[in-house]
Nanobody
Framework: VQLVESGGGTVQAGDSLRLSCVVS????????MGWFRQAPGKEREFVAA????????KYADSVKSRFIISRDKGQNTLYLQMNSLNSEDTAVYYC??????????????????WGRGTLVTVSS
């Protein structure tokens, strides 16, 4: 399984961006996919996750009501719509797959596959 992220870039505070993660390989319905991010000088943190089969979602408190995670099962693609961006959202965003499901992915220590990341820079 390979994950390739795209959609990062430099935007102004208050702008929106949509990240995509294309998955090559099979994703089982019991798996979860999600997004993590790592800001300069900080540890990687959970952003949002989605149950691939049922579509249930989880969000970090810092992005709830601003970010929306979604998927296109037919295209094997995961999305992250990011609205009302601010400087604290500046980070490299990583796509991840955890075959154990949503709860495991939310913890972040059971991820089976990672993408290489895409950089999002928000200028104020």
């Amino acid at each position: 399984v390979q994950l390739v992220e795209s959609g990062g870039g430099t935007v102004q505070a208050g702008d929106s961006l949509r990240l995509s993660c294309v998955v090559s390989g099979r994703i089982y319905s019991s798996s979860a996919m999600g997004w993590f991010r790592q800001a300069p000088g900080k540890e990687r943190e959970f952003v949002a996750a989605l149950d691939w089969g049922y579509g249930y979602t989880k969000y970090a408190d810092s992005v709830k009501s601003r970010f929306i995670i979604s998927r296109d099962k037919g295209q094997n693609t995961l999305y992250l719509q990011m609205n009302s961006l601010n400087s604290e959202d500046t980070a490299v965003y990583y796509c991840a797959v955890d075959r154990q499901g949503l709860a495991s992915l939310r913890m972040g220590n059971g991820v089976d596959y990672w993408g290489r990341g895409t950089l999002v820079t928000v200028s104020s």
